[in-house]
């Protein structure tokens, strides 16, 4: 029971919960208001509910749910498989895994659906997951069939042998032909949904490029990374002043027929985990991007 105060009317509903229950999630309190869960004297409200002062908030807590994934009928595109490991084409707007605010739909309830088992490493929330790619990103991705291959995949991309190249179409035109930017990247300490170049503090991050392509108010790039760090090619490449097409988060104009950053995993090439031979996966360029892309001419 939690008694609201004088001091506390005007506030909402979700605001003072996460203040007096501060040991749950946001996105836990969440489900319990929108479940029913919470009741303002005596009456289930909406987590934008403005309190008055003086009334009584009940919360019934909902037994939190296994962590774990479970098997979903997602389609996935496959670009390579064997015993071993798998590479898929991930379409944008598939989330890898769950995380803050989505327990399925992802990537690796499809992934279970169509491989059953997976590698154990990565913990039962993340089956197979040897590496990630932005929500808004598409391409090609490895999963680990098993945790030897998991942790063979694992010690090649802490030891940056893994070959990863993205397309990038990104606003105003590229000058020079190729270049390499090596700025740390840390969280944002105002826009915490942000990563920064700015603060030369950070994790160290290095990033190359190369002009495959211009247009009249564009450029399309080849980006090669050497470590992964979060939103690593979208935060250097905005911080040069060439955002990526789309992404408004870095400062990028909105394209309403877009809807997501013009970002492709284009190419992976790794040590093979069982062989040990170099095997090069392509990603098909997303739809909707090679679409964007005719549009300019």
Same mark, same amino acid.
């Not at 409200?45 to 939190?64: D, I, N, Q, T």
């Not at 598409?138 to 063979?152: I, K, P």
């Not at 739809?287 to 964007?292: I, K, N, P, R, T």
């Given at each position: 029971?939690?008694? &609201?105060?004088?001091? $506390?009317?005007? @506030? #909402? ?15 836990? =309190?969440? *489900?319990?208001?929108?479940?029913? #869960? ?31 994934? *479970? ?35 992802? =990537? ?10 997976? +590698? ?8 197979? &997951?040897?590496?990630? =790619? ?9 999963? %680990?069939?098993?945790?030897? %291959? ?5 010690? $090649?991309?802490? !030891? ?16 020079? *032909? ?29 990033? *190359? ?15 090669? &990374?050497?470590? !992964? #760090?979060?939103? $690593? &090619? @979208? ?17 990028? $104009?909105?394209?309403?027929?877009? !809807?997501?950053? /013009? ?11 069982? +062989? ?8 098909? =360029? ?5 679409? /964007? ?5």
């Amino acid at each position: 029971m939690i008694e &609201i105060s004088e001091e $506390q009317a005007g @506030r #909402r509903l979700d605001h003072v919960l996460a203040a007096a229950l501060a040991g749950f999630s946001r996105a836990r =309190l969440q *489900e319990w208001v929108e479940g029913g #869960r919470v009741r303002v004297d005596g009456v289930a409200r909406k987590a934008s509910y403005k309190l008055r002062g003086g009334e009584r908030v009940e919360v019934e807590p909902a037994a939190p749910k296994p962590l774990r994934a *479970e098997p979903e009928e997602i389609p996935l595109e496959v670009l390579y498989e064997d015993a071993d490991v798998v590479a898929i084409n991930k379409p944008a707007g598939l989330v890898v895994h769950a995380g803050a605010g989505r327990e399925s739909g992802t =990537l690796v309830n499809a992934l279970l659906h169509h491989f059953g088992a997976l +590698s154990g490493v990565g913990g039962e929330l993340r089956p197979g &997951i040897v590496h990630r =790619l932005d929500a808004g990103t598409s391409g090609v991705l490895l999963v %680990a069939r098993h945790d030897a %291959a998991h942790r063979a995949l694992a010690a $090649q991309f802490a !030891g940056r042998t893994v070959e990863k190249i993205y397309w990038a179409m990104v606003e105003r035109v590229v000058k020079s *032909e190729s270049g390499v930017i090596e700025k740390a990247i840390a969280r944002d300490p105002v826009r915490r949904t942000r990563m920064t170049a700015r603060l030369n503090a950070g994790r160290a991050a290095h990033t *190359e490029f190369r002009v495959l392509e211009r247009f009249e108010r564009y450029t399309l790039l080849e980006v090669r &990374i050497g470590t !992964g #760090r979060t939103h $690593q &090619i @979208r935060v250097h490449l905005a911080s040069i002043g060439h955002p990526v097409v789309g992404d408004t988060l870095y400062g990028a $104009q909105a394209q309403p027929g877009l !809807g997501r950053p /013009w970002l492709h995993a284009r190419r992976i090439g790794f040590a093979h985990p069982g +062989s040990g031979e170099w095997v090069v996966v392509e990603a098909p =360029l997303a739809a909707e991007l090679d679409q /964007w892309r005719a549009g300019l001419g």
